[in-house]
């Protein structure tokens, strides 16, 4: 895993549309699986079809929220927009944010590791920033840097933390 890149960026309010995990539904410690239903029960076709969409990348967003952990698989619409039945919404303050992009295999799990996470607030410490206590992080799956990998393999994962 290396980071490539670290910038600010804001990022405009916006509803989060998908479904909500927490930490009782992680299996073997992560969210890997759920991502798999997604792709396997067509929920992001339908995420795609429902319009009004912000952006067409695919989400992964946590937050501590109630003193809870919780984990948003899902993608991006504007502000006010409906979820589809059997979805989920949030809507999302904007915010300024980090963002990182963290380069490495996307099978092997280096992506995906908490160290990573460790990684990216030494960087932003290193710049004179500081996390957004109960602030939102994010991982976007942005074509084509996620969706198209290199000779070796890798692929850029964006990684985001909301600034304080």
Not at 96 to 121: Q, R, T
Request: with cysteine; net charge negative; charged share 25%.
């Amino acid at each position: 895993m290396e980071i490539k890149n670290a910038f600010r960026e804001t990022v405009q309010p916006s509803r989060l549309v998908g479904k909500r995990y927490t930490d009782s539904d992680r299996i073997d410690g992560n969210f890997s699986r759920r991502w798999h239903e997604f792709f396997e029960n067509g929920w992001f076709d339908a995420l795609e079809k429902a319009g009004a969409k912000a952006e067409f990348d695919y989400l992964g967003m946590m937050r501590i929220a109630g003193g809870a952990f919780e984990y948003w698989i899902g993608m991006v619409f504007a502000p006010g927009a409906a979820a589809p039945e059997g979805f989920d919404s949030v809507d999302v303050g904007g915010f300024d944010a980090a963002v990182f992009w963290i380069y490495g295999n996307p099978d092997s799990g280096e992506l995906y590791a908490m160290e990573n996470h460790g990684k990216c607030l030494a960087a932003m410490a290193e710049r004179g920033w500081a996390p957004k206590d109960g602030g939102w992080c994010v991982e976007r799956y942005n074509c084509p840097r996620f969706t198209t990998p290199d000779d070796s393999g890798n692929v850029i994962l964006d990684y985001y933390i909301a600034i304080g």
